[in-house]
């Protein structure tokens, strides 16, 4: 015993030791990292509020507006009115742009009109004059740059995480940098270094109040949005993130602040990870990467929606927009900006950046400071110690028990820290537990499956496998003492068995009778049932014991029929042979029989005695006299309403004095045809009238069945007893019944 807790305890600190690897970064196993993608996405769709924040208002450049509209881009003196209408229709705190504007806006035509009035209309005065006086309405991005001057406005752009061969990697403008990164950390700080970006015209990035990157390099190996870099580097200067430069244009905040704490060191060098970002009395937990875990309010339709066009024709309802954060995006499928996220799989873009203004704003976002690992480790070291002493001395249900206990007190813990936006690991406790009390299950299992084994050294001999474990459940329940029990027993036989062992060799006798015998054994055993024993050519099997079976007769009839079905496939295995054909007898009896391990101090045998067994050999024998397969006691028909049966006769067999009926199984009633139900209805007919003595109907009535069913021998059986009765009378006292002299 106290080497199995040994292995055991090996085995625990083995599982404890490969998820450790992953806990310590040595090695990060991909399969785990999905796990706990998973746990965080079941927390996070547990716990969402699933509530609207008006504060943060998505104007919409949705399917209707670009009907409205027109397709996309739209020229900017078009987004200049929206610009003018959200500050002076509409009183919007703050405008945060999803978009970036890269190229000149040239839609207006006027590179045309200047090139007519260089060459075709050069001396044109009146047209000259004409352009002039248009001209300021044509230069659609100035327009658009007037009205971003002076107005809390904040341009969307892009880094660029790697550059391609030959590429510049510049675009456009960047806007001011929140602050130039503390020589004295920032090469030890792992916050995203950019290599590029795309940004604004200068005419544009120049007039608007900020502007904020809408990339996110941190998207999840499934291509989920779950975190979001709220800062990052370019050339030793931090940038913020759209949502975080938007927030902080609502707040009118000057500055932000970073809260970066040393953590120890690295190579002989400190090193350090950044904890929050201070904005005003806001502090924003992110991890050392400088990212914010997205805190999703809900499904798509979490802000409020306006289509922009309704905002360009002042259509819009004022009180939906006024002092409200507004961030300018997309959600038409034909431009590009949806995601996929924990809580939708198509989900836009333009949300995103509002989930963590809102979150922002209520301290809603999460943290996982980088001391989880360290708690990671402890909690993991802690469960393998406490599982690997306790379950190898309780038994399976209060291991079982003690494992669930441990698996709701993580659970309970670990979602009381996310209410309080803490993130602690849950995915490899949990895989801890399970793989811990898996292995002290399975391995008590096969401990346990000795006491299956002397079980099956007991009645493996009679019983088929799936019985030995079911007896198993509850040995102390089997024992080979003899007992009286109802049961039904099973008696088959090879038919001319004799002739056919002369006309074989012994090899060949021998592959013959384990063709046959196999199989039939193999369909006793489908059937619950036990064999007794091989008596040569004989099988005598029985159901009810060791393993009680309150349908034993059901079983047994089955099994007789399936030996049946059995039988004439390898009929045609055994002429492919060039065996002779074999044909088999069985008998079936229902009652009371004692049963146990009998026999002698030199040699024991579990079996069955009794009348009702030697009834049953006495059955099987009559098979061949009225030309049937199989023959069951009326005992054992009672015992399954759902068959049809045909009666065969009424006899007395050699030892017994009283008459027994006997029947053939037909088959079950919902699945017999019409013309056997006729057929055994014309056969009681004239059954009746033989034990009538109405001798020449019935003559009449088995001559027409013979002639109908000329396969069927019974009815020349009775043709046969109606010729000898006619000629001696059996009496007026006779009871019908048939006494057979021989077995």
């Known amino acids: 015993m106290q080497l199995q807790r040994i292995i055991r305890l090996v085995l625990s600190a083995l599982i404890l030791f490969i998820l450790l690897i ?5 090695y990060k196993y991909p399969f785990l990292k999905q796990l706990e993608n998973w746990t965080y996405d079941t927390r996070l769709n547990f716990t ?13 450049i949705d399917e ?4 409205e509209v027109g397709r996309w881009p739209w020229g900017r003196d078009k987004l200049a009115t929206i610009v003018d209408n959200l500050f002076t229709r509409y009183q919007v705190k703050v405008v945060g742009f999803d978009i970036v504007f890269a190229e000149k806006d040239e839609s207006s035509g006027l590179a045309q009109f200047e090139q007519l009035a260089n060459t075709t209309l050069k001396n044109n005065s009146g047209y000259q004059q004409a352009l002039e006086e248009i001209r300021p309405s044509l230069l659609h991005d100035e327009i658009f740059a007037k009205s971003l001057v002076g107005r809390n406005v904040v341009m969307g752009y892009y880094f660029k995480a790697r550059l391609q061969e030959g590429e510049s990697g510049v675009t456009g403008m960047l806007p001011p940098a929140l602050t130039k990164m503390d020589v004295q950390w920032s090469e030890r700080l792992p916050i995203n270094e950019a290599a590029g970006f795309g940004g604004n015209l200068e005419i544009l990035q120049s007039s608007a109040l900020s502007g904020g990157y809408f990339d996110n390099p941190f998207v999840d190996a499934d291509g989920v949005f779950r975190r979001v870099p709220l800062v990052q580097a370019y050339e030793g200067y931090l940038f913020a993130s759209l949502a975080l430069a938007t927030t902080q244009g609502y707040l009118d905040a000057k500055g932000i602040g970073l809260a970066v704490e040393a953590q120890g060191s690295k190579g002989g060098k400190e090193y350090y990870a950044l904890e929050a970002i201070n904005l005003q009395s806001f502090q924003i937990p992110v991890d050392a990467n400088g990212a914010a875990f997205v805190p999703y309010r809900g ?8 289509p ?18 507004v961030l300018i995006g997309t959600s038409a499928p034909g431009l590009l900006d949806l995601r996929s996220t924990p809580v939708q799989n198509i989900y836009p873009g333009v949300e995103v950046h509002a989930n963590i203004i809102s979150g922002i704003l209520d301290n809603r976002i999460k943290h996982k400071p980088a001391w989880t690992v360290g708690y990671e480790f402890v909690l993991l070291v802690i469960v393998a110690v406490s599982m690997a002493l306790l379950l190898p001395l309780v038994s399976p249900l209060i291991a079982a028990a003690s494992t669930l206990g441990f698996s709701i007190v993580i659970m309970a813990g670990t979602f009381a820290a996310w209410n309080n936006n803490l993130i602690l690991p849950l995915a490899s406790p949990m895989l801890l537990i399970v793989l811990i009390f898996m292995l002290h299950m399975t391995y008590g299992f096969f401990i346990e499956s000795r006491g299956k084994r002397q079980l099956a050294n007991l009645f493996g001999h009679y019983i088929p496998p799936e019985l030995v474990d079911e007896m198993s459940e509850s040995p102390e329940e089997f024992s080979l003492d003899g007992e009286n029990r109802e049961m039904t ?71 007789a029929m399936d030996m049946i079905k059995e039988l004439k496939v390898m009929q045609a295995d055994f002429k492919q042979r060039g065996w002779p054909t074999v044909n088999i007898g069985i008998g079936l009896n229902t009652g009371n029989m004692n049963v146990g391990n009998m026999g002698s101090e030199f040699r024991m045998a579990y079996t069955v ?20 397969n199989i023959i069951v006691s009326e005992s054992t028909k009672l015992e399954i309403p759902e068959f049809l049966f045909r009666e065969l006769d009424l006899v007395r067999v050699k030892g017994k004095n009283e008459p027994v009926a006997i029947f053939e199984p037909v088959g079950h009633r919902n699945d017999v045809e019409k013309s056997i139900t006729e057929e055994l209805s014309a056969y009681r007919k004239a059954l009746k009238s033989f034990r009538a003595q109405s001798w020449d109907k019935a003559e009449l009535d088995f001559f027409n069945l013979n002639r109908n069913y000329p396969d069927r021998y019974l009815y020349q059986v009775y043709l046969d007893r109606v010729t000898v009765y006619r000629n001696e009378p059996p009496g007026d006292d006779w009871d019908g019944v048939f006494t057979h002299t021989s077995k």
């Open 299 to 306: 499904r798509q339709g979490s802000f409020p929606y306006v």
């Open 609 to 628: 005695l009794g009348d009702a067994v030697n009834l049953g050999a006495r059955l099987e024998g009559l098979t061949k006299n009225y030309g049937v």
């Open 308 to 325: 922009a066009y309704k905002v360009l024709n002042g259509s819009a309802d004022p009180a939906q927009l006024k002092d409200k954060i």
């Open 22 to 26: 992953d806990t310590s970064g040595v």
């Open 489 to 559: 027993v099973l008696f088959s036989d090879v038919r001319g068995f004799t002739t056919i062992s002369e006309g074989m060799n012994p090899k060949e006798l021998t592959q013959l009778m384990n063709a046959l015998l196999t199989p039939m054994t193999r369909v006793i055993h489908k059937n619950r049932g036990t064999i007794d024993k091989y008596m040569g050519d004989a099988i005598m099997a029985f159901w009810g014991a060791p393993l009680a079976d309150t349908e034993h007769a059901r079983h047994a009839l089955y099994a």
């Open 48 to 60: 969402r509020p699933d509530t609207l924040d008006d504060r943060v208002v998505i104007v919409d």
């Open 64 to 67: 209707n507006s670009l009907a």
